[in-house]
């Protein structure tokens, strides 16, 4: 019955060492695990600062922006005289050309009537 004892402990034994391999597996397992989240959460913070700078260039460059677009408009406010100056020049061309048609069929009915006296001459 000696070897009957004995048999229980062993059992016990390579009960507690499959345990310790179950756990040590599950230990290993965790691990991998928070490793390979660890690797995905460095890996978002590389690139959210990657980002950052990205947009943080967009920045300057929106800036930059922001101060050309005021520089024109200043300089364009700076035109908006001769803008009316060649506005006023155009509607007094525009009327010099009205005038200049009138002077013409003018001239032309003038021309007629001289062609007409020297072709019929009064007697």
Do not use: W
Not at 1 to 17: H, I, N, R, V, Y
Not at 35 to 47: F, I, S
Not at 91 to 106: C, G, N, P
């Amino acid at each position: 019955m000696a070897t009957a004892g004995k048999e229980p402990e062993l059992q016990e034994d390579e009960l507690a060492e499959s345990l310790d391999d179950l756990f040590s597996s599950v230990s290993s397992m965790v691990k991998s695990e928070l490793q390979g989240t660890n690797n995905l959460l460095e890996l978002l913070e590389k690139m959210n600062l990657r980002v950052a700078e990205e947009y943080k260039g967009f920045g300057d460059v929106a800036s930059g922006l922001r101060v050309f677009v005021e520089q024109l408009k200043s300089k364009g406010s700076n035109f908006d005289e001769y803008v009316q100056q060649i506005d006023a020049i155009e509607q007094r061309v525009t009327e010099f050309e009205a005038v200049v048609s009138v002077l013409d069929r003018y001239v032309s009915l003038l021309e007629s009537k001289v062609q007409s006296a020297y072709q019929n001459p009064p007697s």
